[in-house]
Structures are given as C-alpha cells and as structure tokens.
C-alpha cells in the first residue's frame, strides 16, 4: 500500500491513463455497434408495426362507420318507400271501397228500383183484375137489386150492360 | 500515512490513491476493477436489450416494455425533442451513450461492484470525444468547413465591434469548452460521489473498532449517513447519464441548424 501512494501520488486524477482510453473506445465502440445492429432496428420495427397497427384499427373503424351511415342511408330511403308504397296501397284501398260501395248502393238502388216498379206494375195489373171484376159483379148486383126493387125483368142482356155503362159513367162523371 | 507513523494507527481519510485501485488478476493496465467494470457493463446491456428487443412484439412483454420504455426516453424526450427533422439517425449514438455511463454510473453502488468507471476520467474523456467528433462532424458535413467555422467564429446578426470580445468566447466555447465540460461533469460527479461514500463508510468502519465506546456508538451514524448518499448517488449517476446525453444532443442540434 505504501509503495503504491508513493509511486503514484504524483499522477492527478485529471491525466488520462492510455489503457483505460483505448479501453473506453473498444468498448463504446463495441456497444454501439451491437445496438445499432440488434437493438435499435427492433424497437424501432416494434414502434413502426404499432403505429400501423393503431392507424389500421383506426382506418378500420373509419371504413366500419362509413359503411354503417351508407347502410343508415339505404335503410331511411327503403323506409321512405315503403311509407309511400303503404299509403299508397291505402289511397287505392280507400278508392277501391269507396267505388264498391258506390257500386253495391247502385246495385240496390236499381235492384229496389225494379222491385218496385215489378211490383207496381202488379198492383196495377191486380187493380185492372180487381175492376174488371168488380164492374162485372158490380153490374150484376146492381141490376139484380134495380130488377129486384124496380120489378122490371132486366133480362135483356145487352139494355142491361147499356144501363150498367151509362150508370158508371155518371158515377165517374160525379165524383 | 505519515499520521499513522506519528500516532499509531489513526483515520486515514480517502483520497485519490483510492481510486488507483490495483490490477484484479495479472499485472497488467487492462485488467483492472474500471476495465473489467466497462467490459461488465457492455456485455450486461447488450444482453439485455437484445433480450428485450428481439421479439419486437405489437404488444411487449414485461421485458420488453422495460427496454423499450428506456429506449422511448432517449428517442423521444432527448433526440427528438432536442434535435427535431432528422433525429432517428442520432438515436444509436445517444441510446449508447445513455446507456453506457447509467450502467457504469450505477455500478458505483452496486454490491461488490461499488466503483463507478467514470470517476476515472479517461472514459469521460471517451465519451466527450465521441460527441465532440460526431458534432463537429455533422456541422462540417452539413454546412462545409468554411461556413461552419464562420458560422462558429461570426456570430451572425451582431454588431462588428461585439466580435472582439464574441469571437475568442465562441471558439473557445466550441473547441475547448464544450468537451471539456461535458467529460468533466461527469467526471467530477462521479468522483466525488464514490468518495463521500467512501469518508462515511470508511469512517463508520473506523469508529466502530475504535476503542473509544463513545466513537462506537456514534459510527451507526456514519453508516446511516453513508446509506442515504448512497440513494443520493443513485440519483446523481442517474441524472448525470442524463446530463451527458442531454449536451451531446443539444450539441447536434447546434451542429445541425445553420445560424448559431
């Protein structure tokens, strides 16, 4: 120990020592050599992948959420058409009753309308039968009760309907 | 020494002799503790972060985190940051840099280590080399030797008279300063910090067999003391890998930009 203070007391701490600087390059050197070539390109490569990554998801969502508005889009305007088909539909649904009832009203108004006249018409013709035949009896009865009463034989067929006529006639005539 | 011859055996206070440690195995200058500590430290990172580095993975693992956290450090916060446009190609360098005096620097307090590299100031003198050739490099290779030295010598945009004075201050400062400062800060740093530890260490194991039971009691106090420098240091070796990286960067940033 005391050979060693001695011998090298004189030497600052601040004078180089040749072995240590040659030393200190081989070894800077060497390190930097070795990560420049194993370490650096890695990490760097992980970075790179990792921004891509991150820039991918991001374009990914992008293009989802493009796609989702298009989709959005297609979806409001097939909406929007079928609204117009349905009321549509329905207008024509609304004309298509309203002419079938207007039909239908149609129908029965004729169908009335010839129940109707049919049945006039056979009221009228029962009428016709029913004077016809009541001139007919009426005229008997009358004569009948008028021989009857005057006494006088009617019996003459065509004097008989002569005064059956005339008296009718005055009927209608008077009333 | 010449206490010891007076009084017997008395405190010998650590001095720079303590530095001058002897060779480990052999007698020869490249086996000694700091040479065999920088080849230590050398295979130990690039162990390490070709370990962690080697997979590359979108998603690290924990090692690889851990390397790459450190590795983002000097990239972003040092190269990036301070050198802008054109930093990628300075990341090797600064990343070794960086790296290279942390480890050293934390050997310093490592358990049986315990000696920091660059408190022998010819491996600062190394790494200020480095940087001063890289920067200077860059500027001549950047702007030509003639604009460059120009650029160094006249200040553009001062007045004439101011280059009496400016002129001899930035040479000075470019040639002479700059890696004058950059070795020595880390030297001094690293120095004086393995020599605080050894004056409370060292003095805590002499007051403990001194034959005083007074000194006895007091030397936990020394350790203790020696204890919490020695977290101190860790955080000076830490800053001071820091500081280097942080000039060498700011000096190629300097380098790279045209008006000085």
């Known amino acids: 120990m005391h050979s060693r203070f001695v011998a090298e007391a004189a030497q600052s701490p601040l004078v180089p020592k040749p072995a240590e600087l040659i030393v200190g390059v081989i070894a800077f050197g060497l390190l930097f050599l070795v990560l420049r070539k194993f370490v650096t390109p890695m990490f760097e490569k992980a970075f790179a992948a990792r921004t891509e990554a991150i820039q991918g998801g991001i374009e990914k969502a992008e293009r989802a959420q493009l796609e989702a508005a298009k989709a959005l889009e297609s979806y409001t305007a097939q909406l929007a058409d079928a609204r117009g088909e349905a009321s549509k539909i329905r207008e024509e649904a609304r004309a298509q009753g309203a002419a079938i009832i207007e039909d239908l009203r149609a129908q029965a108004q004729e169908e009335a309308a010839r129940i109707t006249s049919a049945a006039q018409s056979s009221i009228e013709a029962e009428r016709e039968k029913a004077v016809n035949s009541l001139r007919a009896e009426v005229g008997t009865l009358a004569v009948d009760l008028a021989s009857k009463i005057v006494g006088e034989a009617l019996e003459d067929q065509v004097r008989q309907s002569r005064i059956v006529d005339r008296f009718l006639e005055e009927l209608e005539k008077s009333k | ?260």
């Open chain 2, 1 to 260: 020494m010449f206490v010891s011859a007076v009084a017997g055996p008395g405190f010998v206070p650590p001095s720079t002799n303590d530095f001058n440690l002897p060779p480990v195995f052999g007698n020869s200058a490249y086996s000694t503790k700091p040479v065999l500590l920088v080849f230590l430290s050398i295979i130990l990172i690039s162990i390490f972060f070709i370990a962690a580095s080697r997979k590359a993975a979108i998603v690290p693992g924990k090692l690889q985190f851990v390397g790459e956290s450190i590795y983002a450090f000097v990239r972003k916060d040092l190269a990036e940051e301070i050198i802008g446009h054109g930093f990628l190609q300075f990341v090797p360098f600064l990343f070794t840099l960086f790296t290279f005096v942390l480890v050293n620097n934390v050997f310093g307090i490592i358990p049986f280590l315990q000696f920091p590299a660059m408190s022998h100031v010819s491996f600062p003198y190394v790494l200020a080399g480095f940087s001063y050739f890289i920067f200077h490099a860059i500027g001549i290779k950047k702007q030509g030797i003639g604009k460059y030295l120009k650029g160094i010598a006249f200040l553009p945009g001062v007045p004439k008279f101011a280059y009496i004075l400016l002129t001899p201050i930035e040479i000075a400062t470019y040639f002479l300063i700059r890696p004058v400062t950059l070795s020595l800060r880390l030297f001094a740093n690293m120095f004086a910090g393995h020599l605080l530890l050894l004056v409370f260490i060292g003095g805590g194991n002499y007051m403990l067999h001194d034959s005083h039971l007074f000194m006895k009691i007091l030397s936990p106090f020394s350790f203790g003391f020696g204890i919490a420098m020695t977290f101190f240091e860790f955080m000076v070796q830490c800053l001071q890998a820091y500081i280097i990286t942080l000039l060498s960067a700011l000096f190629i940033a300097g380098a790279l930009v045209d008006e000085h």
